[in-house]
C-alpha cells in the first residue's frame, strides 16, 4: 500500500492507459494530443516521450488501449474517435464516425475486442465494431433513455452488458449485442435473451451526477460513485439485485476499480485512493486512505467503529516509525495535489510487470508475494478459488502526474486489521 | 455537461405528488404538539428528531415545507447546548439537519442565521464536507 512512483508528466492529464505489458503509456496532457511515454523502473526514472499521436481537433478526453490487439482507441471533444494501429513504428489513426453531436466522453474496449463504446455529451452512447468487407469501423448509436451526458461507461466480461453512468444522476445497463459480431449464444445474460439497445436495469441511488462505473471481475458485482460523495454498490446484477450505498465523510470521487471481487479502490477530489472492501455477508466497509502521507482514516457514517479505531492506531504506528514518508510528502500531503480522475489497472500484469516495478523488487518475489497470499487466504477466505487480484494500478488527476501504486500487501494488512 | 435547456428538464417530467398535502400538513400540526412537549421537557434532541423524521423533502408544495421548517426551527432556537443536542443526535440525521441549516441561513434573520452558522461548524466538524456536498448535490429532496 505504498506510492511505487510519481511521475509528473504534465501539467494537467485527462486520462491515461497503459499497453499490455506496462511498457508503455498513452497519457493525454488535457489537449487536442495523446503522448505515448516509455515507461521505466526506476523510481526517479524520467520516462521518455516516444509518440505524439496528433488528429483530433478538440481536447481528447478518453484513451483506451486494448491489450491483445495493441490498438489504440482515442475519443475526443471534437465528437470524433480514432483507432489507432502501430505500423512500422508509426501510429496509423483510422477515422471512426460516430454520428455524434456532442463531444464523446470515455472510450473503452469490450473484453474481446471486437468493439468499442464510446459515451457521449449528446446523451447516448455509441458500439462500435470492425466491417471485415468495408474496411471500416461501424458505430451504432444508442438514444434512448439517457437525459443528460454520459460520464462513463463499463463492459461487462460477457462482451455483451454494458453499464452506464450519467449526469442524470442514473446509473444503467444496457445490451450492446451486435448480430454477426457477437455469438448468438452471448445474447443469453443475466438478464435473459437481450436485443441490441435495449435498457436492462436503472439505478437510482445517487442524488449528484454519476461518474466512474465497473463491472466486478466476475461481472456480478457493479459499483458506481455519484457526485454526491456517494458510492454505490449492486450487487447480483439480474433480475433481483441487492444494492447498497455508503455516504462518504469527505469529498466525491470520481472514479472506481476493482482490486478482485471483493475489493474495490475509488479516487477522487480528495487526492487520495480509498480502499473498500467486502466482509463475508457482502457488506462493503470503507478500510481505508491508501496514500500514506495523510493521517487516516475519515470514516463513512456506516463504517463500524471497530475499523475506524484500527484504522487510527495503524496510520499513528505507520507516521511514528516511518519518518521518510511523512517528510517527503507534500503540502497538501499526499502524493495527488489535484482532484484524481481516472484510475487504471494494470491489471493484464503478465510476467513483464517488473518493467515499472522498482529494481529493488526482482520479478522473483512475485512468487513469494502470490505465496504469502496463498496462506492469508486460509487465515481470510476473502476470494473464491480462481480469482485474479490486482496488485498494483495507477491513477493520473488534474495535477498532471500518474502515480502507480502497490497494493500487494493488501491482503495483509487487511486480515491484520481483523484479528 | 448538460445543455443548457436540458438542465433540471429531466427533473420535472413523470413527478407525481405522493399524497395530498393536506395529510402533510396534518401530520406536521401533530408533530408540532409533540416537539412543543419535548421542548418544554428540555429533550431538545428527542424534539429535534421528531421535527426532522418525515420531513417533507419529496412534495412540491412549499407549504409543507415551510409547515415542517417552522417545527425544526423551534427546536433549533429553543436549544442552548448544541454540543449536546449534536453528541446525542444519531449520524442518520446529519444530511436532513444539514439542509434546515442551509434554508435556515437563507432566511437572511440575524438571530436564526446566527444559530444555524454555529451549528452548522460542530455538524460539519462531525460529518465532513461530505454531508455539504450531499446536499448541495440533491435537487430531488429538498426542504
Given amino acids: 500500500m505504498a506510492v511505487v512512483s510519481s511521475h509528473q508528466l504534465a501539467q494537467c492529464i485527462s486520462c491515461h492507459a497503459w499497453n499490455a505489458d506496462l511498457s508503455m503509456v498513452a497519457v493525454c496532457p ?171 436495469m436503472q439505478l437510482d441511488l445517487a442524488m449528484g451526477w454519476a461518474f466512474g462505473v465497473k463491472w466486478s471481475p466476475s461481472g456480478k458485482t457493479l459499483t458506481y460513485v455519484g457526485h454526491d460523495s456517494t458510492i454505490h454498490f449492486i450487487g447480483d446484477v439480474g433480475p433481483s439485485p441487492i444494492a447498497q450505498t455508503l455516504a462518504l465523510r469527505d469529498l466525491p470521487l470520481r472514479d472506481v476499480l476493482f482490486l478482485s471481487e471483493r475489493r474495490i479502490v475509488a479516487a477522487g477530489f480528495d487526492c487520495n485512493p480509498i480502499l473498500f472492501e467486502a466482509d463475508n455477508q457482502g457488506t462493503w466497509n470503507l478500510i481505508r486512505f491508501l496514500d500514506e ?89 476473502l476470494l473464491s478459488r480462481g480469482d485474479k487480484e490486482v496488485h498494483y494500478f495507477s491513477t493520473s488527476g488534474l495535477d498532471g502526474k500518474i502515480i502507480i501504486w502497490d497494493v500487494s500487501n493488501i491482503s495483509e494488512f487487511v486480515s491484520r486489521l481483523r484479528l | 455537461m448538460a445543455d443548457e435547456g436540458d438542465a433540471g428538464a429531466f427533473d420535472f417530467d413523470e413527478f407525481v405528488e405522493a399524497e395530498p398535502s393536506e395529510e402533510i400538513l396534518t401530520r406536521i400540526e401533530q408533530k408540532s404538539h409533540l416537539v412543543e412537549q419535548l421542548i418544554r421537557q428540555s429533550k431538545f434532541t428527542e424534539a429535534l428528531k421528531l421535527a426532522l423524521e418525515d420531513a417533507p423533502t419529496r412534495t412540491r408544495d412549499e407549504r409543507c415545507k415551510s409547515a415542517n421548517w417552522i417545527v425544526v426551527h423551534r427546536v433549533l432556537m429553543a436549544t442552548r447546548d448544541l454540543e449536546s443536542l449534536l453528541s446525542t443526535l444519531e449520524p442518520e440525521y446529519d444530511d436532513i439537519l ?21 451549528l452548522h461548524e460542530k455538524l460539519t466538524e462531525r460529518a465532513g464536507m461530505g454531508c455539504i456536498i450531499r446536499i448541495l448535490a440533491d435537487r430531488w429532496n429538498l426542504v
Fill in chain 1, 30 to 200: 488535457n489537449n487536442n494530443e495523446v503522448h505515448i511515454y516509455k515507461a521505466l523502473s526506476f523510481t526517479d526514472s524520467i520516462w521518455d516521450r516516444v509518440h505524439v499521436l496528433r488528429k483530433h481537433d478538440q481536447l481528447v478526453s478518453s484513451i483506451d488501449w486494448a491489450p491483445e490487439s495493441n490498438y489504440i482507441v482515442t475519443a475526443s471533444h471534437d465528437r470524433n474517435s480514432y483507432v489507432w494501429n502501430l505500423e512500422q513504428d508509426e501510429w496509423q489513426p483510422t477515422l471512426v464516425i460516430l454520428r455524434l453531436n456532442r463531444a464523446a466522453i470515455s472510450v473503452k474496449w469490450s473484453p474481446k475486442e471486437n468493439k468499442f463504446a464510446v459515451a457521449s455529451g449528446a446523451k447516448s452512447i455509441c458500439v462500435c465494431y470492425y466491417e471485415q468487407d468495408n474496411n471500416w469501423w461501424v458505430s451504432k448509436i444508442i438514444r434512448k433513455k439517457h437525459n443528460s451526458t454520459v460520464t462513463n461507461i463499463s463492459w461487462h466480461p460477457n462482451n455483451v452488458l454494458l453499464a452506464t453512468t450519467s449526469t442524470d444522476c442514473k446509473c444503467r445497463v444496457f445490451s450492446a449485442y451486435i448480430k454477426g459480431v457477437d455469438a448468438r449464444t452471448d445474447a443469453e445474460t443475466a438478464f435473459g435473451e437481450v436485443k441490441f439497445g435495449e435498457q436492462l
Fill in chain 1, 293 to 381: 502521507g495523510k493521517l487516516p482514516p475519515a470514516e463513512t457514517k456506516t463504517g463500524t467503529q471497530f475499523l475506524e479505531a484500527f484504522g487510527k492506531f495503524h496510520g499513528q504506528a505507520k507516521h511514528g516509525n516511518n519518518i521518510e514518508i511523512v517528510e517527503s510528502s507534500n503540502i497538501s500531503n499526499t502524493h495527488h495535489e489535484n482532484c484524481i480522475t481516472s484510475l487504471r489497472p494494470p491489471s493484464k500484469l503478465g510476467d513483464d510487470a517488473h518493467k515499472i516495478l522498482p529494481s529493488k523488487e526482482p520479478p522473483c518475489s512475485k512468487v513469494s508475494s502470490s505465496s504469502k497470499f496463498q496462506l492469508q487466504r486460509m487465515i481470510a477466505p
Fill in chain 2, 98 to 118: 444539514m439542509k434546515y441549516l442551509y434554508r435556515g441561513l437563507a432566511t437572511g434573520d440575524r438571530p436564526t442565521c446566527d444559530q444555524c452558522l454555529r
